[in-house]
């Protein structure tokens, strides 16, 4: 078994990390948007949590998958 096997994070398929990091960064960008009455480090911080389990949660699923093959 080699080290680099295809579960690894991919490294040759940066276009894989796209969709994860976009849509973690409109749920950030759509929380700070809806809540202006919202003091700044709040809205960061949920900002920041959003962005995080949004785009952890999408690389983690296309990194589980196969779904880009074919």
Known sequence: MTMNSSR???Q???RRLIIPLGGG???AVLI???TPHVAWY???A???IAFVYIAGQ???YLWSS?????
Do not use: E, M, N, Y
């Open 46 to 48: 949920l900002a920041v």
């Open 8 to 10: 690894s994070l991919p």
């Open 32 to 34: 700070v948007v809806g």
């Open 58 to 60: 999408s690389a983690a």
């Open 42 to 44: 709040i809205r960061a």
């Open 66 to 70: 196969d779904a880009d093959q074919g």
């Open 25 to 27: 960064l409109l749920a």
């Open 12 to 14: 040759s398929k940066p």
